[in-house]
Protein backbone atom coordinates (compact mmCIF):
# COMPACT_ATOMS: atom_id res chain seq x y z
CA UNK A 1 0.00 0.00 0.00
CA UNK A 2 1.46 3.37 -0.87
CA UNK A 3 -0.05 6.91 0.55
CA UNK A 4 1.30 10.55 -0.32
CA UNK A 5 3.09 11.95 2.44
CA UNK A 6 2.54 15.60 2.66
CA UNK A 7 6.18 15.96 4.70
CA UNK A 8 8.08 14.33 1.53
CA UNK A 9 5.69 14.96 -0.81
CA UNK A 10 5.42 11.91 -2.35
CA UNK A 11 3.95 9.02 -2.47
CA UNK A 12 5.42 6.28 -0.23
CA UNK A 13 5.40 2.47 0.84
CA UNK A 14 3.03 2.40 4.06
CA UNK A 15 5.02 0.04 6.81
CA UNK A 16 3.75 0.63 10.31
CA UNK A 17 6.06 1.04 13.21
CA UNK A 18 5.03 -1.86 15.10
CA UNK A 19 3.69 -5.48 13.12
CA UNK A 20 0.22 -5.62 15.66
CA UNK A 21 -0.86 -2.35 15.35
CA UNK A 22 -1.73 0.96 13.35
CA UNK A 23 -1.32 3.68 15.73
CA UNK A 24 -3.81 6.46 13.16
CA UNK A 25 -4.38 9.79 14.74
CA UNK A 26 -7.27 12.45 13.53
CA UNK A 27 -7.49 16.26 14.43
CA UNK A 28 -11.42 16.27 15.67
CA UNK A 29 -13.87 18.80 15.30
CA UNK A 30 -13.98 22.43 17.36
CA UNK A 31 -17.54 22.02 18.76
CA UNK A 32 -18.70 25.73 19.01
CA UNK A 33 -21.30 24.66 15.88
CA UNK A 34 -22.06 22.22 13.10
CA UNK A 35 -19.46 20.90 10.80
CA UNK A 36 -20.18 21.95 7.21
CA UNK A 37 -20.30 19.29 4.79
CA UNK A 38 -16.27 20.41 3.77
CA UNK A 39 -15.25 19.93 6.94
CA UNK A 40 -16.89 16.25 6.83
CA UNK A 41 -14.77 15.46 3.68
CA UNK A 42 -12.25 14.92 5.68
CA UNK A 43 -13.55 12.81 8.27
CA UNK A 44 -15.43 10.20 5.23
CA UNK A 45 -11.89 10.32 3.73
CA UNK A 46 -10.24 9.54 6.69
CA UNK A 47 -12.98 6.91 7.18
CA UNK A 48 -12.25 5.07 4.35
CA UNK A 49 -8.90 4.75 5.14
CA UNK A 50 -9.46 3.88 8.92
CA UNK A 51 -11.65 0.90 7.01
CA UNK A 52 -9.78 -0.18 3.97
CA UNK A 53 -6.26 -0.34 6.51
CA UNK A 54 -8.82 -2.82 8.28
CA UNK A 55 -9.62 -4.54 5.20
CA UNK A 56 -5.91 -4.89 4.24
CA UNK A 57 -5.42 -6.87 7.30
CA UNK A 58 -4.06 -4.36 9.96
CA UNK A 59 -5.14 -3.86 13.41
CA UNK A 60 -5.67 -0.25 14.27
CA UNK A 61 -6.20 1.86 17.39
CA UNK A 62 -7.68 5.69 16.03
CA UNK A 63 -7.69 8.35 18.57
CA UNK A 64 -9.46 11.58 17.92
CA UNK A 65 -9.55 14.94 19.63
CA UNK A 66 -12.90 16.94 20.83
CA UNK A 67 -11.43 20.70 21.11
CA UNK A 68 -14.03 22.41 23.37
CA UNK A 69 -11.24 25.22 24.30
CA UNK A 70 -8.17 26.99 23.32
CA UNK A 71 -8.84 27.34 19.55
CA UNK A 72 -8.87 30.88 18.99
CA UNK A 73 -10.92 32.44 15.95
CA UNK A 74 -7.17 32.71 14.42
CA UNK A 75 -5.41 29.78 14.06
CA UNK A 76 -2.20 31.86 14.78
CA UNK A 77 -3.09 32.62 18.67
CA UNK A 78 -5.14 35.47 17.84
CA UNK A 79 -8.75 36.60 18.50
CA UNK A 80 -11.62 35.08 21.61
CA UNK A 81 -11.50 31.50 22.05
CA UNK A 82 -14.18 29.85 19.07
CA UNK A 83 -15.65 28.16 21.81
CA UNK A 84 -16.30 31.54 23.99
CA UNK A 85 -17.85 32.43 20.84
CA UNK A 86 -20.40 29.89 20.24
CA UNK A 87 -21.54 30.35 24.05
CA UNK A 88 -22.06 33.79 23.69
CA UNK A 89 -24.08 33.45 20.32
CA UNK A 90 -26.20 30.89 21.80
CA UNK A 91 -26.14 32.24 25.55
CA UNK A 92 -25.64 28.99 26.73
CA UNK A 93 -22.12 27.87 28.50
CA UNK A 94 -19.28 26.70 27.14
CA UNK A 95 -20.11 23.25 28.56
CA UNK A 96 -23.14 23.08 27.23
CA UNK A 97 -22.36 23.93 23.42
CA UNK A 98 -19.40 21.54 23.36
CA UNK A 99 -21.72 18.69 24.52
CA UNK A 100 -24.45 19.89 22.36
CA UNK A 101 -22.35 20.21 19.05
CA UNK A 102 -20.32 16.95 19.96
CA UNK A 103 -23.24 14.93 19.85
CA UNK A 104 -24.58 16.79 16.87
CA UNK A 105 -21.14 15.69 14.98
CA UNK A 106 -21.28 11.93 15.88
CA UNK A 107 -25.46 12.43 14.77
CA UNK A 108 -23.75 13.38 11.53
CA UNK A 109 -20.53 10.58 11.51
CA UNK A 110 -23.42 8.67 11.42
CA UNK A 111 -25.73 9.33 8.75
CA UNK A 112 -22.71 9.46 6.22
CA UNK A 113 -21.89 5.66 7.93
CA UNK A 114 -18.54 7.10 9.45
CA UNK A 115 -16.86 4.80 12.22
CA UNK A 116 -16.48 6.61 15.34
CA UNK A 117 -12.60 6.63 16.64
CA UNK A 118 -11.74 3.89 19.15
CA UNK A 119 -10.65 6.67 21.72
CA UNK A 120 -12.97 10.38 21.28
CA UNK A 121 -10.93 12.78 23.72
CA UNK A 122 -11.82 16.04 24.67
CA UNK A 123 -9.22 18.45 25.24
CA UNK A 124 -10.51 20.13 28.28
CA UNK A 125 -9.81 15.94 30.29
CA UNK A 126 -6.16 16.34 29.40
CA UNK A 127 -4.75 19.48 31.42
CA UNK A 128 -2.13 17.33 33.49
CA UNK A 129 -1.00 15.84 30.18
CA UNK A 130 -0.45 19.58 28.64
CA UNK A 131 1.04 20.68 31.84
CA UNK A 132 3.67 17.74 32.22
CA UNK A 133 4.75 18.53 27.93
CA UNK A 134 4.97 22.06 28.37
CA UNK A 135 6.84 21.99 31.83
CA UNK A 136 9.76 19.82 29.76
CA UNK A 137 9.99 22.18 27.04
CA UNK A 138 10.30 24.73 29.06
CA UNK A 139 13.02 23.09 30.85
CA UNK A 140 15.03 22.22 28.33
CA UNK A 141 14.92 25.70 26.64
CA UNK A 142 12.16 24.52 24.24
CA UNK A 143 10.13 27.20 25.40
CA UNK A 144 9.62 30.63 27.58
CA UNK A 145 7.53 32.66 29.54
CA UNK A 146 6.35 36.29 28.38
CA UNK A 147 3.63 38.51 29.27
CA UNK A 148 2.49 35.73 31.49
CA UNK A 149 2.07 33.24 28.74
CA UNK A 150 4.47 30.62 27.97
CA UNK A 151 5.47 30.46 24.11
CA UNK A 152 7.70 27.83 21.86
CA UNK A 153 10.93 28.96 20.66
CA UNK A 154 11.06 28.26 17.13
CA UNK A 155 14.52 29.59 16.36
CA UNK A 156 15.44 26.38 18.36
CA UNK A 157 14.60 24.12 15.76
CA UNK A 158 16.81 23.38 12.73
CA UNK A 159 13.29 23.09 10.27
CA UNK A 160 10.34 24.57 11.27
CA UNK A 161 8.40 24.18 7.87
CA UNK A 162 7.75 20.76 7.65
CA UNK A 163 5.35 20.60 4.93
CA UNK A 164 6.05 23.77 3.12
CA UNK A 165 9.20 26.38 3.10
CA UNK A 166 8.37 29.72 3.25
CA UNK A 167 10.27 33.30 2.68
CA UNK A 168 11.46 35.13 6.17
CA UNK A 169 8.67 37.36 5.28
CA UNK A 170 5.93 34.87 4.60
CA UNK A 171 4.88 35.39 8.39
CA UNK A 172 5.37 39.30 8.59
CA UNK A 173 2.74 40.86 10.60
CA UNK A 174 0.23 42.21 8.10
CA UNK A 175 1.27 40.38 5.38
CA UNK A 176 -0.61 36.81 6.36
CA UNK A 177 -4.16 36.64 6.72
CA UNK A 178 -4.74 36.17 10.32
CA UNK A 179 -1.69 37.50 11.67
CA UNK A 180 -0.74 39.91 14.14
CA UNK A 181 1.77 41.27 15.89
CA UNK A 182 2.33 39.67 19.51
CA UNK A 183 4.81 41.78 21.51
CA UNK A 184 5.48 38.86 23.36
CA UNK A 185 7.22 36.79 20.89
CA UNK A 186 10.53 36.41 20.20
CA UNK A 187 10.38 35.16 17.02
CA UNK A 188 7.25 35.73 14.87
CA UNK A 189 6.86 32.16 14.12
CA UNK A 190 6.55 31.45 18.17
CA UNK A 191 3.43 30.04 19.21
CA UNK A 192 1.21 29.63 22.24
CA UNK A 193 1.46 26.92 24.20
CA UNK A 194 -0.40 28.13 27.49
CA UNK A 195 -2.51 31.28 28.04
CA UNK A 196 -2.97 32.69 31.20
CA UNK A 197 -5.02 35.17 32.97
CA UNK A 198 -3.16 37.89 31.42
CA UNK A 199 -4.91 37.54 28.34
CA UNK A 200 -8.80 36.77 27.78
CA UNK A 201 -9.46 38.03 31.43
CA UNK A 202 -13.23 36.48 30.72
CA UNK A 203 -11.94 33.16 29.84
CA UNK A 204 -14.42 30.70 30.65
CA UNK A 205 -12.53 27.96 31.29
CA UNK A 206 -8.86 28.13 33.65
CA UNK A 207 -7.10 25.75 35.25
CA UNK A 208 -4.35 26.11 37.80
CA UNK A 209 -0.57 25.71 36.65
CA UNK A 210 3.13 26.10 36.78
CA UNK A 211 2.86 29.60 35.02
CA UNK A 212 -0.67 31.07 36.78
CA UNK A 213 -4.16 30.26 36.30
CA UNK A 214 -4.83 29.60 32.37
CA UNK A 215 -5.80 27.09 29.90
CA UNK A 216 -4.27 25.56 27.14
CA UNK A 217 -3.24 26.56 23.26
CA UNK A 218 -5.02 24.80 20.63
CA UNK A 219 -1.75 23.16 19.20
CA UNK A 220 -0.41 21.15 22.39
CA UNK A 221 -3.98 19.52 22.96
CA UNK A 222 -3.38 16.85 19.84
CA UNK A 223 0.36 16.35 21.09
CA UNK A 224 -0.91 15.92 24.76
CA UNK A 225 -3.80 13.63 23.51
CA UNK A 226 -1.92 11.42 20.68
CA UNK A 227 0.97 10.29 23.29
CA UNK A 228 -1.45 9.60 26.64
CA UNK A 229 -3.32 7.39 23.92
CA UNK A 230 -0.97 5.50 21.59
CA UNK A 231 2.17 6.77 22.67
CA UNK A 232 6.11 8.27 22.03
CA UNK A 233 5.33 7.47 18.13
CA UNK A 234 2.88 7.45 15.50
CA UNK A 235 1.92 6.05 12.12
CA UNK A 236 -0.71 8.15 10.33
CA UNK A 237 -1.78 11.89 11.09
CA UNK A 238 -5.48 13.08 9.43
CA UNK A 239 -6.39 15.95 8.64
CA UNK A 240 -8.04 18.69 6.50
CA UNK A 241 -5.22 20.74 4.46
CA UNK A 242 -5.94 23.67 6.52
CA UNK A 243 -4.37 22.00 9.43
CA UNK A 244 -0.93 21.45 8.29
CA UNK A 245 0.11 24.85 8.69
CA UNK A 246 0.22 26.05 11.43
CA UNK A 247 -1.41 23.37 13.66
CA UNK A 248 0.48 20.22 12.40
CA UNK A 249 3.99 22.40 11.90
CA UNK A 250 3.41 23.46 15.75
CA UNK A 251 2.21 19.53 16.29
CA UNK A 252 5.73 18.38 15.20
CA UNK A 253 7.77 21.07 16.59
CA UNK A 254 6.65 20.56 20.08
CA UNK A 255 6.50 16.81 19.78
CA UNK A 256 9.77 16.25 18.67
CA UNK A 257 11.09 18.59 20.84
CA UNK A 258 9.70 16.64 23.82
CA UNK A 259 10.28 13.52 22.88
CA UNK A 260 13.50 13.79 21.18
CA UNK A 261 12.78 11.97 18.19
CA UNK A 262 11.04 11.42 15.22
CA UNK A 263 7.38 11.30 16.19
CA UNK A 264 4.95 10.58 13.30
CA UNK A 265 5.71 9.02 9.82
CA UNK A 266 3.08 9.37 7.18
CA UNK A 267 0.96 13.06 7.08
CA UNK A 268 -2.50 12.36 5.36
CA UNK A 269 -4.44 15.52 4.35
CA UNK A 270 -8.05 15.93 2.57
CA UNK A 271 -8.29 19.08 0.17
CA UNK A 272 -10.82 21.70 0.41
CA UNK A 273 -14.50 21.37 -0.63
CA UNK A 274 -14.75 24.69 -2.84
CA UNK A 275 -18.01 26.35 -3.84
CA UNK A 276 -17.95 28.46 -6.79
CA UNK A 277 -17.53 31.26 -4.88
CA UNK A 278 -14.00 29.35 -3.24
CA UNK A 279 -12.95 27.46 0.03
CA UNK A 280 -16.33 26.87 2.17
CA UNK A 281 -16.26 28.16 5.24
CA UNK A 282 -18.25 29.00 8.15
CA UNK A 283 -17.24 32.80 8.09
CA UNK A 284 -18.35 33.42 4.41
CA UNK A 285 -22.03 31.88 5.33
CA UNK A 286 -21.65 29.35 2.59
CA UNK A 287 -22.87 26.82 5.80
CA UNK A 288 -23.80 23.86 3.93
CA UNK A 289 -24.91 20.81 6.52
CA UNK A 290 -25.62 17.60 6.33
CA UNK A 291 -29.23 18.92 8.05
CA UNK A 292 -29.72 21.05 5.37
CA UNK A 293 -29.02 18.06 2.21
CA UNK A 294 -31.38 16.24 4.56
CA UNK A 295 -34.08 19.11 4.00
CA UNK A 296 -33.21 19.24 0.12
CA UNK A 297 -34.12 15.60 0.12
CA UNK A 298 -30.40 14.14 -0.55
CA UNK A 299 -29.64 10.64 1.40
CA UNK A 300 -26.30 11.64 3.65
CA UNK A 301 -24.84 8.57 1.59
CA UNK A 302 -25.29 10.35 -1.65
CA UNK A 303 -22.76 13.27 -0.61
CA UNK A 304 -20.52 10.50 0.64
CA UNK A 305 -20.39 8.83 -2.59
CA UNK A 306 -20.05 12.27 -4.12
CA UNK A 307 -16.82 12.95 -2.25
CA UNK A 308 -15.87 8.82 -3.29
CA UNK A 309 -15.89 9.95 -7.06
CA UNK A 310 -13.09 12.08 -6.46
CA UNK A 311 -9.60 11.83 -5.14
CA UNK A 312 -8.63 13.02 -2.12
CA UNK A 313 -5.96 15.10 -2.62
CA UNK A 314 -8.01 16.97 -5.16
CA UNK A 315 -9.92 20.09 -4.56
CA UNK A 316 -13.76 19.05 -4.80
CA UNK A 317 -16.18 21.76 -6.29
CA UNK A 318 -19.99 21.00 -4.80
CA UNK A 319 -22.51 22.49 -7.23
CA UNK A 320 -25.80 21.24 -6.57
CA UNK A 321 -25.94 20.02 -10.18
CA UNK A 322 -22.89 18.05 -9.21
CA UNK A 323 -24.97 16.39 -6.05
CA UNK A 324 -27.67 15.30 -8.29
CA UNK A 325 -25.51 13.56 -10.77
CA UNK A 326 -24.19 11.62 -7.72
CA UNK A 327 -27.87 11.17 -6.71
CA UNK A 328 -28.91 9.54 -10.04
CA UNK A 329 -25.44 7.76 -10.27
CA UNK A 330 -26.74 6.48 -6.67
CA UNK A 331 -30.06 4.98 -7.11
CA UNK A 332 -28.77 3.39 -10.19
CA UNK A 333 -26.15 1.76 -8.70
CA UNK A 334 -28.28 0.48 -5.84
CA UNK A 335 -31.58 -0.10 -8.22
CA UNK A 336 -29.01 -2.68 -10.15
CA UNK A 337 -28.06 -4.38 -6.84
CA UNK A 338 -31.60 -4.68 -5.96
CA UNK A 339 -31.90 -6.58 -8.89
CA UNK A 340 -29.70 -9.20 -8.22
CA UNK A 341 -31.08 -12.03 -7.35
CA UNK A 342 -29.95 -13.86 -3.71
CA UNK A 343 -28.19 -17.02 -3.45
CA UNK A 344 -25.14 -19.27 -2.89
CA UNK A 345 -22.09 -17.04 -3.98
CA UNK A 346 -20.87 -20.74 -5.74
CA UNK A 347 -17.74 -19.17 -7.47
CA UNK A 348 -16.32 -16.28 -4.71
CA UNK A 349 -13.23 -17.74 -4.24
CA UNK A 350 -12.86 -18.51 -8.63
CA UNK A 351 -10.63 -16.71 -11.08
CA UNK A 352 -12.62 -13.88 -11.82
CA UNK A 353 -13.69 -12.86 -8.26
CA UNK A 354 -10.28 -13.08 -7.40
CA UNK A 355 -9.40 -11.08 -10.41
CA UNK A 356 -12.16 -8.25 -9.24
CA UNK A 357 -10.31 -8.21 -5.52
CA UNK A 358 -7.19 -7.14 -7.24
CA UNK A 359 -8.30 -4.68 -8.54
CA UNK A 360 -10.37 -3.20 -6.37
CA UNK A 361 -6.95 -3.68 -3.64
CA UNK A 362 -5.05 -2.13 -6.63
CA UNK A 363 -6.72 0.97 -6.39
CA UNK A 364 -7.17 1.38 -2.71
CA UNK A 365 -3.49 0.73 -2.69
CA UNK A 366 -2.58 3.15 -4.66
CA UNK A 367 -2.75 6.01 -2.30
CA UNK A 368 -6.20 5.51 -1.78
CA UNK A 369 -8.07 6.06 -5.20
CA UNK A 370 -11.74 5.49 -4.35
CA UNK A 371 -12.58 6.98 -7.90
CA UNK A 372 -11.29 3.62 -9.30
CA UNK A 373 -12.69 1.84 -5.97
CA UNK A 374 -15.90 3.37 -7.05
CA UNK A 375 -15.34 1.71 -10.99
CA UNK A 376 -14.41 -1.72 -9.20
CA UNK A 377 -18.36 -1.74 -8.24
CA UNK A 378 -19.46 -1.59 -11.32
CA UNK A 379 -17.20 -3.91 -12.87
CA UNK A 380 -18.89 -6.64 -10.16
CA UNK A 381 -22.13 -5.93 -11.73
CA UNK A 382 -20.73 -6.27 -15.33
CA UNK A 383 -18.59 -9.58 -14.25
CA UNK A 384 -19.83 -13.42 -15.54
CA UNK A 385 -20.09 -14.48 -12.11
CA UNK A 386 -23.48 -15.81 -10.00
CA UNK A 387 -25.87 -12.66 -8.33
CA UNK A 388 -24.86 -14.27 -5.13
CA UNK A 389 -21.05 -13.89 -5.98
CA UNK A 390 -21.84 -10.29 -7.09
CA UNK A 391 -23.75 -9.49 -3.74
CA UNK A 392 -20.65 -10.74 -1.65
CA UNK A 393 -18.19 -9.27 -3.51
CA UNK A 394 -20.28 -5.93 -3.32
CA UNK A 395 -20.38 -6.74 0.19
CA UNK A 396 -16.84 -6.76 0.94
CA UNK A 397 -15.54 -3.99 -1.06
CA UNK A 398 -18.41 -1.89 0.68
CA UNK A 399 -16.69 -2.33 3.86
CA UNK A 400 -14.31 -0.32 2.79
CA UNK A 401 -16.76 2.62 0.98
CA UNK A 402 -19.29 2.40 3.32
CA UNK A 403 -22.15 3.46 1.05
CA UNK A 404 -24.53 1.01 2.49
CA UNK A 405 -24.85 -0.41 -0.87
CA UNK A 406 -26.40 -3.86 0.49
CA UNK A 407 -29.02 -2.02 2.90
CA UNK A 408 -30.47 0.32 0.24
CA UNK A 409 -30.51 -2.40 -2.32
CA UNK A 410 -32.48 -4.03 0.33
CA UNK A 411 -34.85 -1.27 0.67
CA UNK A 412 -35.63 -0.68 -2.78
CA UNK A 413 -36.61 -4.96 -3.38
CA UNK A 414 -38.99 -3.94 -0.14
CA UNK A 415 -40.04 -1.06 -1.62
CA UNK A 416 -40.93 -2.16 -5.16
CA UNK A 417 -42.85 -5.76 -3.53
CA UNK A 418 -45.04 -3.21 -1.73
CA UNK A 419 -46.29 -1.42 -4.54
CA UNK A 420 -47.93 -2.40 -7.52
CA UNK A 421 -45.57 -2.33 -11.35
CA UNK A 422 -45.84 0.20 -13.25
CA UNK A 423 -49.32 -0.49 -15.58
CA UNK A 424 -50.90 1.38 -18.90
CA UNK A 425 -54.12 -0.43 -20.21
CA UNK A 426 -53.35 -3.61 -18.59
CA UNK A 427 -50.03 -3.81 -19.28
CA UNK A 428 -47.68 -4.46 -16.40
CA UNK A 429 -43.85 -3.38 -15.98
CA UNK A 430 -41.43 -4.96 -13.54
CA UNK A 431 -38.12 -3.38 -13.52
CA UNK A 432 -35.59 -1.56 -11.09
CA UNK A 433 -37.57 0.88 -10.00
CA UNK A 434 -36.37 3.50 -12.09
CA UNK A 435 -39.17 5.79 -13.51
CA UNK A 436 -37.85 7.26 -16.55
CA UNK A 437 -37.23 3.29 -17.73
CA UNK A 438 -40.64 2.53 -17.24
CA UNK A 439 -41.83 5.35 -18.98
CA UNK A 440 -39.74 4.31 -22.06
CA UNK A 441 -40.95 0.65 -21.97
CA UNK A 442 -44.63 1.90 -21.63
CA UNK A 443 -43.87 4.24 -25.23
CA UNK A 444 -42.28 1.50 -26.49
CA UNK A 445 -45.72 -1.10 -25.69
CA UNK A 446 -48.29 1.44 -26.63
CA UNK A 447 -45.70 1.83 -30.39
CA UNK A 448 -45.93 -1.46 -30.77
CA UNK A 449 -49.66 -1.69 -29.42
CA UNK A 450 -50.43 1.30 -32.87
CA UNK A 451 -48.55 -0.84 -35.15
CA UNK A 452 -45.73 1.77 -35.60
CA UNK A 453 -42.36 -0.54 -35.09
CA UNK A 454 -39.67 1.55 -36.22
CA UNK A 455 -40.91 3.73 -32.57
CA UNK A 456 -41.12 0.70 -31.09
CA UNK A 457 -37.34 -0.25 -32.15
CA UNK A 458 -36.04 2.97 -31.62
CA UNK A 459 -37.18 3.25 -27.89
CA UNK A 460 -35.44 -0.61 -27.91
CA UNK A 461 -32.42 0.42 -29.20
CA UNK A 462 -32.38 3.51 -27.03
CA UNK A 463 -32.87 1.66 -23.65
CA UNK A 464 -30.12 -0.66 -24.96
CA UNK A 465 -27.28 1.69 -25.03
CA UNK A 466 -28.57 2.50 -21.50
CA UNK A 467 -27.73 -1.15 -20.53
CA UNK A 468 -31.11 -1.65 -20.45
CA UNK A 469 -32.41 -5.13 -21.48
CA UNK A 470 -36.25 -5.86 -22.48
CA UNK A 471 -38.23 -9.30 -22.04
CA UNK A 472 -41.21 -9.26 -23.10
CA UNK A 473 -43.50 -11.08 -21.20
CA UNK A 474 -47.46 -11.87 -21.36
CA UNK A 475 -49.54 -8.76 -20.41
CA UNK A 476 -46.05 -6.90 -19.62
CA UNK A 477 -42.40 -6.94 -20.37
CA UNK A 478 -39.36 -7.11 -17.67
CA UNK A 479 -36.54 -4.75 -17.70
CA UNK A 480 -33.05 -5.20 -16.28
CA UNK A 481 -29.93 -3.31 -16.36
CA UNK A 482 -26.87 -5.78 -18.32
Known amino acids: MYLYNSASHKKEEFKPNHPDIVKMYTCGPTVYHFAHIGNLRSYIMEDVLEKYLRYAGYNVKRVMNITDVGHLTSDADTGEDKMLKGARREHKTVMEIAQYYTDAFFEDCRKLNIKRPDVVEPATHC ?50 EGVEEDENKRNKNDFVLWFTKSKFEDQALKWDSPWGVGYPGWHIECSGISMKHLGEDLDIHCGGIDNAFPHHTNEIAQSEAYLGHHWCNYWFHVLHLNTSSGKMSKSKGEFLTVSLLEEKGYDPLVYRFFCLQSHYRKALVFTWENLDNAKTAYEKLTARIAALKEGPAADADGETAQALRAKFKAAMDNDLNTSLGVTALYDVLKAAVS ?4 LTLLGEFDQVMGLGLLDRAAKKRAQQAARPAGTAGGFTVQGEGDPAVDALVLQRAEAKKAKNFAEADRIRDELKAQGVEITDVPGGAVWKRV
Open 127 to 176: IDEYIKIITKLVDTGYAYLAGGNVYFDTSKLERYYVFNDHDAEDLAVGVR
Open 387 to 390: DGTK
